[in-house]
């Protein structure tokens, strides 16, 4: 097996007990880089020679005996919608090539303070506002199962190179699903945390980040493997005086009773906006609760309309936002394909919500302190909710660009990627199977700061799935 191949757990524990180096695992993914990035376009700046350097110094590190951290010398990616000394923060738009970062952003920071090494920058769509991963800096991004698919976004570019070797462990962020859809469309793992777990901060332009940027974003990992995950996000944990919602939470809580109770939601029922699951999707959420159930969870399907009127708060106050604020400079420095999805994408809201008032903007937030209280008590007697990952299989690419109506069903097949951050509780997708060539995920979604209890039922799914990374293009 290369070592391109190995988890990064394994990886970390090969290289500090020296039965590999950091260099030889960082020349396995360059390697794997050279020989497959050129078809899919995940990583669109490589740090070779940045990654070689960090390597020496890690492997330094080993044989002097200092203490090392838990990613000490293993090969990661950044996505470029983040701040990393040297690189440009160009959130996937030409015009934002200049200046280069000065200084990393937290999650960026934690990681490299962890002994990770940087070997690239992964691909996003424009804004990091799309379900596609393309733009016309850098191209489009390939999913590795099926080049005529979407690898999701925004973080299919980190999803990517995961899936294919390129790295061990990949750096997302999350404010509607952008590490989660991504994960389930290319058949790796990924996690939001909770709101406040991971210091961080969102900074691609010279703007204050717009309100619902500061309540539902979230900086978090990606992996191939649920132990890889858990300890990708502990690595990105360190506090940061920068990040003013950050929440100094132990990870060390007291374990669920048992039976721990498992509520599946197929369809929240709250009508537009949340749309049914394909049969494809329903049938691998069907998988996974009966696995679960076999492990010894306590599994029923339950009514949470809390996550659909979620979903739909979510586009009824960040679109507004977006529309105010961010829509002027789309117009002016998008690409084609962004001016064209945001134009489909306010038709359809349009057409759903029609002109949103002050009144029933705040209105959506003001409701969501009520929503939060619901789910807390129905999570008080059902700690975990087990979800489809997205109502529809990966997408064909350019879909979102057909038409405001297909633009309409793709929001309303993404209910449970929005429903989550709206409500600030953490949320991991897990692969499930393989239908048709592709893969298929499910969502498990838990109590605020409870990402442990979603890692335990995420690896039971993960051990019964038979989606395996890392693969060759497909």
């Given at each position: 097996?290369?070592?391109?191949?190995w988890t990064a757990r394994d990886l970390a524990a090969?290289?500090r007990t020296g039965a590999v180096s950091s260099a030889?695992?960082?020349?396995?993914?360059?390697?794997?880089?050279?020989?497959?990035?050129?078809?899919?376009?995940?990583?669109?700046?490589?740090?070779?020679?940045?990654?070689?350097?960090?390597?020496?110094?890690?492997?330094?590190?080993?044989?002097?005996?200092?203490?090392?951290?838990?990613?000490?010398?293993?090969?990661?990616?950044?996505?470029?919608?983040?701040?990393?000394?040297?690189?440009?923060?160009?959130?996937?738009?030409?015009?934002?090539?200049?200046?280069?970062?000065?200084?990393?952003?937290?999650?960026?920071?934690?990681?490299?303070?962890?002994?990770?090494?940087?070997?690239?920058?992964?691909?996003?769509?424009?804004?990091?506002?799309?379900?596609?991963?393309?733009?016309?800096?850098?191209?489009?991004?390939?999913?590795?199962?099926?080049?005529?698919?979407?690898?999701?976004?925004?973080?299919?570019?980190?999803?990517?190179?995961?899936?294919?070797?390129?790295?061990?462990?990949?750096?997302?962020?999350?404010?509607?699903?952008?590490?989660?859809?991504?994960?389930?469309?290319?058949?790796?793992?990924?996690?939001?945390?909770?709101?406040?777990?991971?210091?961080?901060?969102?900074?691609?332009?010279?703007?204050?980040?717009?309100?619902?940027?500061?309540?539902?974003?979230?900086?978090?990992?990606?992996?191939?493997?649920?132990?890889?995950?858990?300890?990708?996000?502990?690595?990105?944990?360190?506090?940061?005086?920068?990040?003013?919602?950050?929440?100094?939470?132990?990870?060390?809580?007291?374990?669920?009773?048992?039976?721990?109770?498992?509520?599946?939601?197929?369809?929240?029922?709250?009508?537009?906006?949340?749309?049914?699951?394909?049969?494809?999707?329903?049938?691998?959420?069907?998988?996974?609760?009966?696995?679960?159930?076999?492990?010894?969870?306590?599994?029923?399907?339950?009514?949470?309309?809390?996550?659909?009127?979620?979903?739909?708060?979510?586009?009824?106050?960040?679109?507004?936002?977006?529309?105010?604020?961010?829509?002027?400079?789309?117009?002016?420095?998008?690409?084609?394909?962004?001016?064209?999805?945001?134009?489909?994408?306010?038709?359809?809201?349009?057409?759903?919500?029609?002109?949103?008032?002050?009144?029933?903007?705040?209105?959506?937030?003001?409701?969501?302190?009520?929503?939060?209280?619901?789910?807390?008590?129905?999570?008080?007697?059902?700690?975990?909710?087990?979800?489809?990952?997205?109502?529809?299989?990966?997408?064909?690419?350019?879909?979102?660009?057909?038409?405001?109506?297909?633009?309409?069903?793709?929001?309303?097949?993404?209910?449970?990627?929005?429903?989550?951050?709206?409500?600030?509780?953490?949320?991991?997708?897990?692969?499930?199977?393989?239908?048709?060539?592709?893969?298929?995920?499910?969502?498990?979604?838990?109590?605020?700061?409870?990402?442990?209890?979603?890692?335990?039922?995420?690896?039971?799914?993960?051990?019964?799935?038979?989606?395996?990374?890392?693969?060759?293009?497909?």
């Amino acid at each position: 097996m290369s070592l391109w191949e190995w988890t990064a757990r394994d990886l970390a524990a090969g290289i500090r007990t020296g039965a590999v180096s950091s260099a030889e695992a960082v020349e396995s993914c360059l390697s794997r880089v050279e020989e497959v990035n050129g078809a899919l376009n995940a990583i669109v700046e490589v740090d070779a020679e940045g990654a070689r350097a960090a390597a020496a110094a890690a492997d330094d590190a080993v044989r002097r005996g200092d203490d090392l951290g838990p990613l000490h010398g293993v090969p990661v990616t950044i996505k470029v919608n983040t701040n990393q000394i040297g690189f440009a923060n160009t959130n996937g738009v030409a015009a934002l090539q200049e200046p280069l970062a000065s200084e990393n952003d937290p999650q960026v920071q934690s990681w490299l303070d962890a002994g990770a090494v940087s070997v690239g920058r992964t691909n996003t769509p424009p804004f990091s506002f799309r379900w596609f991963t393309e733009n016309e800096l850098y191209g489009i991004t390939r999913n590795p199962w099926d080049s005529t698919r979407s690898p999701g976004g925004s973080s299919g570019g980190a999803a990517v190179a995961l899936a294919t070797g390129m790295c061990a462990l990949a750096h997302g962020n999350d404010i509607g699903g952008s590490i989660r859809f991504p994960a389930a469309c290319c058949g790796v793992t990924g996690i939001r945390p909770t709101v406040g777990r991971v210091p961080g901060w969102y900074g691609p332009i010279d703007l204050d980040p717009l309100l619902s940027v500061q309540i539902f974003l979230v900086q978090g990992p990606l992996a191939r493997t649920v132990g890889d995950l858990r300890i990708g996000l502990r690595a990105m944990e360190a506090p940061d005086p920068r990040d003013p919602w950050y929440a100094p939470v132990t990870a060390d809580l007291a374990p669920l009773g048992r039976p721990v109770r498992v509520g599946v939601v197929a369809d929240p029922a709250t009508g537009d906006f949340t749309a049914r699951p394909d049969p494809a999707v329903r049938e691998s959420l069907d998988l996974a609760a009966g696995w679960l159930r076999d492990a010894g969870y306590e599994v029923d399907e339950v009514q949470a309309p809390q996550l659909g009127e979620a979903a739909r708060l979510w586009w009824r106050t960040a679109l507004p936002e977006v529309k105010e604020f961010l829509l002027p400079l789309v117009n002016e420095v998008g690409d084609a394909g962004i001016r064209t999805f945001v134009d489909h994408l306010f038709t359809a809201f349009d057409d759903e919500f029609g002109e949103v008032g002050l009144a029933t903007y705040m209105g959506g937030y003001a409701r969501r302190g009520m929503l939060l209280r619901e789910l807390h008590l129905l999570m008080e007697d059902v700690p975990l909710l087990l979800t489809p990952m997205a109502a529809e299989p990966p997408y064909r690419l350019g879909e979102d660009l057909e038409s405001a109506a297909r633009a309409r069903e793709l929001m309303s097949a993404q209910w449970p990627s929005m429903a989550v951050p709206f409500l600030g509780v953490p949320g991991l997708s897990v692969p499930v199977r393989v239908h048709d060539g592709l893969p298929i995920g499910v969502q498990l979604i838990g109590r605020r700061f409870r990402e442990d209890t979603l890692f335990d039922a995420a690896e039971v799914i993960e051990a019964r799935s038979d989606v395996r990374t890392p693969i060759d293009p497909r």
